[in-house]
């Protein structure tokens, strides 16, 4: 089994305080350019399984199922020698209502 790398980091402090003075769409722009970034870090460094489940998550909550499933889809093929992993995408992505078929 590879061993996952550390953890990426989430929102500081302070971009938590910056975001509360921030208009709702300004904060929507900020929540998508953070779930992209995400996104193009595991395209680079795919071998972080807590971060395509964190993206998964990241497009349910966001309205976006057809890139929910994308990424599902990615993770399964990413980690498909390593069946403990794809049993826990497969368990997020029913818990998610991510569509696999």
């Known amino acids: 089994v590879a061993e996952a790398p550390a953890p ?3 929102p500081s402090d302070e ?3 910056a975001a509360q003075q ?3 769409q300004e904060r929507q722009d900020m929540i998508l350019s953070m779930v992209n970034g995400l996104a193009e870090r595991l395209e680079t460094e ?5 971060g395509w489940a964190r993206l998964m998550q990241a497009y349910m909550v966001l309205g976006k199922p057809d890139e929910a499933r994308a990424a599902y889809k ?3 093929d990413v980690f498909s020698d390593q069946p403990e992993l794809i049993d826990q995408f497969d ?5 998610a ?3 696999t078929n």
């Open 8 to 10: 990426m980091a989430g």
């Open 15 to 17: 971009d938590v305080r």
């Open 22 to 24: 921030m208009t709702p």
């Open 46 to 50: 795919p071998n972080n399984p807590d």
């Open 74 to 76: 990615k993770a399964i």
């Open 91 to 95: 368990t997020l992505a029913k818990e």
């Open 97 to 99: 209502g991510i569509n």
